[in-house]
């Protein structure tokens, strides 16, 4: 974490036990996400149920980049729950599987960021099903009416943008796939 861990008792005086346990807690979610800019953690009893034993509210909020995250554990109505211990696991492993949700939804946008060659139509012979597109970088690259996803040949004209794979095809470069650029290949 880039900045320290803040603690805070709620409605019961501060125990060292417990702040040990936090800090324990927390410094395992750096290993969930390595950009926690900061961890305010809040224990709270939540009733006062002193013959029984209290049930404790542990509220965890952290900052990564781009995002505020909060785990709140608001403890079942059982007698496993009215260890604070019990109750600052939940805690902490809803934390643990939000920065996760965090890192998977991260990662996502890095992979879509799309990486497949595009080019735009140049030439196009309807009735022979084929036509050729230009490269980015001027090459020009042989395609077929069944390379192009989503019946999408009909819709192709001059100057249609289009991301492509290609191949090597008898008589030069091919395109094996074809899709209209665009949201799913769609205009």
């Known amino acids: ?3 320290p861990l803040q603690i805070s008792f709620r409605h019961m005086p501060p125990s ?7 800090r324990e807690k927390a410094s395992k979610l750096d290993s ?6 900061s961890c305010r953690v809040v224990v709270e009893p939540k009733g006062k149920h002193h013959q029984h034993g209290n049930q404790y ?9 781009g995002e505020e995250i909060a785990a709140t554990r608001t403890p ?10 019990v109750s600052l696991r939940d805690a902490f492993d809803a934390a643990g599987r939000l920065l996760q949700d965090y890192e998977r939804r991260k990662r996502r946008e890095v992979k879509s960021l799309d990486t497949t060659p595009h080019g735009k139509v140049s030439k196009l012979f309807p009735e022979q099903a084929y036509g050729f597109l230009t490269t980015l970088d001027g090459r020009e690259i ?46």
């Not at 079942?76 to 211990?85: G, N």
């Not at 094996?176 to 650029?181: D, G, K, N, P, Q």
Request: glycine content about 8%; aromatic content about 6%.
């Open 1 to 3: 974490m880039q900045l």
């Open 16 to 22: 060292e036990e417990i702040e040990r346990l936090v």
């Open 142 to 187: 042989y395609f077929h009416r069944s390379s192009v996803l989503h019946d999408g040949f009909a819709r192709l004209e001059i100057g249609t943008e289009v991301a492509f794979a290609e191949e090597a095809g008898t008589e030069g470069p091919q395109a094996s796939t074809v899709r209209i650029a665009g949201r799913h290949g769609h205009n």
């Open 57 to 65: 509210d542990v509220r965890i909020s952290m900052t990564v980049p």
């Open 76 to 85: 079942k109505d059982d007698a496993e729950h009215r260890d604070i211990r």
């Open 32 to 37: 969930f996400c390595g950009q926690i800019t």
